[in-house]
């Protein structure tokens, strides 16, 4: 096997950052565990495994896709895959069509209601790119497409879904939304001098930390509204706590005009958050 075949995987891997896969396969599972209080079974769960992997696949390369003129034009992101010639636009397309292929496939294995509502994810994928060139609420829509992690779930394993699937919604939306802020910071000069709209652009960076703590704070007190509505017991309350501290803690590394922590705010701290929450919610539905 030829160096440039076995490098090709590695290659994929670092498109579509198969390791930010934690910020939102963990709340898939939160997401079926609460919808049934329980283990949904090992199909469902392979299958939301499978339909996870293909739609969050298909997103970033989309992404990566629609930015690569954006990113060869920034310092920081001309590295990445295609503006530096290591894959070619055909190849990515040919991983866009893959994912969305594993996508489908998983998708018609759950709750007969998913093979309808299945564009809609696609859909806000194919505009999130976009946005950042005409809004700066683009972090809300990339919330959104996130959160359709744990409501989608809820609705793959019961096909319904009850107020609490889209607190859940709101809830992880917001989290991510929030620290979404913090990683426009990465680009703030770039995207002025570009003239693309960001959190950042436009109200700063005192604006990104005002906007980011709102965020989380609502985010939090949606989760505990998910709890009270679906009578959960004590591990449960556990992992909001443990939500909320990390969140301080996150929030804690950072300031402005210190910017120094930020890599670990934003990748450290926020996989840990999703991971963290998902084990308790183990713990409180199958205990």
């Known amino acids: 096997m030829s160096a440039t075949a076995v490098s ?5 891997a670092s498109l579509v950052k198969l390791e930010h896969t ?4 963990p709340f898939a599972y939160v997401g079926a565990f609460l919808a049934v209080d329980g283990f949904p079974g090992v199909g469902p769960v392979l299958w939301l495994t499978l339909a996870m992997i293909g ?3 298909l ?4 992404n990566r896709l629609v930015d690569a003129e954006l990113d060869a034009r920034n310092p920081r992101t001309a590295g990445r895959e295609i503006p530096a010639g290591m894959l070619s636009r055909a190849q990515v397309w040919a ?3 893959a994912a969305l292929a594993l996508y489908l496939v998983a998708v018609f294995q759950l709750e007969p209601i998913v093979r309808w509502l299945w564009p ?16 700066w609420l683009c972090h809300l829509w990339l919330g959104s497409c996130t959160g359709l992690a744990p409501l989608g779930a809820w609705i793959a394993v019961t096909g319904t879904a009850p107020w609490e699937a889209w607190a859940l919604f709101a809830a992880q939306g917001l989290w991510v939304a929030g620290f979404d802020l913090f ?12 003239g693309l709209r960001s959190w950042a652009t436009r109200f700063g960076e005192r604006g990104v930390f005002v906007g980011a703590r709102a965020f989380h704070l609502a985010a939090v007190v949606l989760l505990a509204a998910v709890g009270v509505g679906l009578g959960v017991n004590v591990f449960y309350w556990l992992g909001v706590a443990a939500v909320a501290g990390l969140l301080l803690y996150e929030h804690s590394l950072v300031h402005p005009g210190d910017l120094r922590r930020l890599d670990a705010a934003f990748f450290t701290v926020n996989g840990l958050i999703s991971i ?6 183990a713990l409180d539905t199958l205990s």
Do not use: E, G, N, Q
């Open 95 to 97: 991983l866009c069509a």
């Open 276 to 281: 963290v929450f998902f084990v308790f919610v």
């Open 8 to 12: 090709f995987p590695r290659r994929f």
């Open 59 to 62: 997103a970033m390369a989309l």
């Open 183 to 194: 990683y426009s910071l990465f680009d703030l000069a770039h995207d002025r001098a570009a």
């Open 22 to 25: 934690v910020f939102a396969l």
């Open 55 to 57: 739609a969050r696949t």
């Open 120 to 135: 809609i994810p696609v859909a806000m994928f194919v505009v999130y790119p976009y946005l950042k060139r005409v809004t």
